[in-house]
């Protein structure tokens, strides 16, 4: 597949976006989001394309809990969903391949949405974080809209890989939409009212941007914005040799996420009140990356993947899109 092909071009109207709400069950600030969209359509419905929101784990929306039997949003891979023993093996695995059909689908060249705006929550301090495909320039050129209208908009792009297992990949070009610290199944006012305004702001730069092209605009400009570049590496917390939790994270760390991370940083406290700090060579981080910034910060869902945190370094995105 040649994803970069694939992608929404910033020459090419938007016909379809997807506004996706619940791909984690608990994480109820999205889903209360979506399900807000869904009984007020008019407010997502603009002249140039058409919009459809909707709940991706209904089951482990209403059990609360952010999967049923597997995270969801780690089954749409290309192989996966193109395997159709994988593809059974789990209700989420089942629910992806629907999903999978209603964005996409994947392995088609010509996807069905254009854009899709994956709603989530996260119980770090990101902030509002949108995460997204290095090489996706649309994506990037929202975002950047999106940080003209509110100074805690970070980009965050997703590693090299060529494919990801997130719902945002099923469709041309998309986006994590990762807001917090909210703690699950709460809705925290601030951040619902935000990304309610920066997703409704979103959809307004989509419809000028079809206008600008539907007037035959052909002039572009270049524009670089900085982002924040997953390196692949997650440290886990200290443990016990039988594997169990021996530290947690330092409380000079703690809700410090897009915070740099030195050598030598306070990075865990056992729980006898040892400090555990933080090294380069010990993480096995490249002697290419300059500054390390740390994200996702003591993901109350990450404890089960052993991740504490995530380390990015902190790069330019260049891109061009119509002048206007």
Known sequence: MDWKKRRTLPSAEVRRVAIVGGTHG?????????????????????????????????????????????????????????????????????RATEVDAKLGPKKSPEPRCDLVIDLHNTTAATDVALLMAPDDDFAH?????????????????????????????????GMTFEVGPCPWGCIVP???????????????????????????SSAFESVTIPVYRSIGISIDYPRCEDGELDGMVHP???????????????????FAGADKRFYRDEHKVPNDKGAIFTLFINEAAYYEKKVALMLFDKGEKTFKKIKG
């Not at 619902?192 to 920066?198: G, I």
């Open 26 to 94: 608990n994480e109820t600030n999205g889903v209360h989001l979506a399900k807000f969209f869904m009984r007020n359509s008019g407010l997502v419905t603009r002249p140039s394309f058409q919009t459809e929101v909707f709940i991706s784990n209904e089951a482990a929306v209403a059990q609360n809990t952010r999967y049923v039997e597997e995270d969801l949003n780690r089954c749409y891979l290309l192989a996966d969903l193109t395997d159709e023993k994988k593809a059974s093996e789990s209700k989420e695995r089942k």
């Open 141 to 173: 050129e929202l975002g950047y809209h999106l940080q003209s209208l509110d100074d805690g908009v970070r980009i965050v792009n997703w590693n090299t890989q060529d494919d990801w297992s997130l719902c945002p990949s099923v469709g041309r070009s």
């Open 190 to 216: 601030e951040l619902f009212e935000r990304s309610k305004k920066l997703v409704l702001a979103l959809l307004d730069y989509v419809e000028k941007h079809n206008a600008r092209i539907a007037a035959g």
């Open 252 to 270: 000079e760390l703690q809700g410090k996420d897009f915070g740099e991370l030195k050598e030598g940083s306070q990075l865990f406290m056992t």
